[in-house]
């Protein structure tokens, strides 16, 4: 998973923690970007769950979670012998994190993330296996005319091309009674609210994996592919609606303004590009916080 997936993970991590102090307890969500020029069609579904635990008089939180992603990619048979080992890309995370209050105002959290992401068509191996470290603190003010939320935070990826850690930073601000606005790498957007407990938003962020191949992929060229990568920035439409205080569903659809979807060396250079034509893309949901 490439560098931008990986902040985009800790920034909606700990904004969940935002909203309820703890992540989601429970989530299910479907993904899909019909085939499009390339003749490609991309599809995703994902479960979250978390057992967040007191801690400390209830001032902090251990939270012990994982979460499933399986991608069906389909792309025509005719571009290389044995495609179809790219059919299903799996990557599962398990996540141990910590939350501190550290005054009224401020919390820290750090995460460790053992993370397998791999196409799985043979047993498991030593380069389907990395550890994310990500760490942040957010400011949470509620209670006052113009809410707001803080996020800052760096984060560290050892599948990434660059090993150095990689800065977070989301700015969420309630600047009218039905209007927030969010700023932030690698998602802004706006939201408006209503009193029923609808929600609408539009969002411009980046999203894509980084999966291992096993029983690497040799290419007409004699290049041999030991990884696939997916890299988009989308622009999308979202409604959400809540059921219950905690329990609420969600559909969202847009467009991606640029993506490319490769095959890529052990050097992790671009070898073989998959897709690189922008489409639609459509996700609904499920989820249940705390």
């Excluded at 019909?34 to 801690?55: H, Q």
């Excluded at 902090?60 to 389909?74: A, K, Q």
């Excluded at 095959?263 to 073989?272: G, H, T, V, Y």
Aim: aromatic fraction near 14%.
């Amino acid at each position: 998973m490439g560098k931008y997936r990986l902040m985009f993970v800790l920034i909606m991590g700990i904004c969940s923690i935002v909203q309820g102090q703890t992540p989601d307890v429970f989530g299910a969500e479907y993904m899909i970007m019909p085939k499009n020029g390339a003749d490609v069609e991309t599809s995703r579904i994902k479960f979250v769950a978390n057992l967040p635990i007191p801690v400390r008089g209830k001032n902090d939180y251990l939270v012990i979670g994982g979460e499933y992603n399986r991608y069906n990619f389909e792309v025509p048979d005719s571009l290389f012998a044995n495609s179809n080992d790219l059919k299903k890309l799996h990557i599962i995370d398990v996540n141990l994190a910590y939350v501190y209050k550290l005054n009224e105002d401020w919390r820290l959290v750090g995460v460790i993330t053992p993370r397998w992401s791999s196409n799985f068509v043979d047993e498991l191996q030593e380069d389907d296996f990395n550890i994310n470290y990500t760490a942040g603190a957010y400011k949470d003010k509620k209670n006052i005319e113009k809410p707001y939320k803080l996020v800052v935070g760096l984060s560290y990826n050892t599948s990434s091309p660059i090993e150095v850690p990689l800065p977070v930073l989301y700015y969420e601000k309630r600047f009218r009674p039905n209007w927030a606005y969010i700023l932030g790498v690698p998602k802004s957007g706006m939201k408006y609210y209503t009193p029923k407990s609808h929600f609408f938003q539009a969002e411009l962020f980046l999203d894509g994996y980084y999966v291992n191949i096993q029983n690497d992929i040799l290419l007409t060229d004699n290049n041999l592919s030991t990884d696939v990568s997916y890299t988009a920035l989308l622009l999308t439409l979202g409604y959400q609606y809540k059921i219950t205080k905690d329990m609420s569903v969600y559909l969202i659809g847009g467009h991606s303004l640029f993506q490319n979807s490769a095959l890529r060396d052990n050097e992790r250079k671009d070898i073989f590009t998959l897709n690189d034509d922008a489409g639609l893309y459509f996700r609904t949901g499920f989820r249940i916080g705390i």
